[in-house]
């Protein structure tokens, strides 16, 4: 028995030999269209650009591998100051409320019901 999928009900219905080698939504000998252009604007390509490049700001990667590279005994976390801290001290505080908090939860799913 031969079985296709029917739009209609959404389950696989019996079918004839033919239609369950045809399903719906393929259409045989129909030629592929190519799809319409969203975005109409000319690309370029590297070469027509030329050498230059245009940056937005300042290059500060010498001034960044200056200061985390600098051996003063600092984690490289905590290399830029105080929103460092607080981005540290405020992850570690969440992680040990959010253990705590699971734990609470398996203790409280532990016990048994009291009925």
């Known amino acids: ?3 296709k999928f029917s739009g209609f009900t959404q389950k696989l ?8 080698y ?3 939504g393929l259409r045989p000998g129909v030629p592929a269209e190519s799809p319409t252009l969203v975005f109409a ?4 390509v590297v070469s027509e650009a030329g050498s230059t490049v245009e940056y937005l700001g300042a290059n500060r ?6 200061l985390f590279q600098a051996p003063d005994g600092i984690p490289i976390h905590l290399k830029r100051g ?18 705590l908090y699971c734990l609470v939860a398996l203790y409280f799913a532990a016990q048994p019901n009291n009925k």
């Open 22 to 24: 045809s399903p719906q």
């Open 41 to 44: 604007t000319p690309t370029k």
């Open 82 to 99: 105080v929103p460092d801290r607080l981005l540290y001290r405020t992850t570690m505080a969440l992680t040990v409320g959010g253990a």
């Open 13 to 20: 219905t019996g079918s004839a030999p033919a239609a369950a």
């Open 61 to 66: 990667v010498p001034e960044l591998q200056r």
């Open 1 to 3: 028995m031969y079985y």
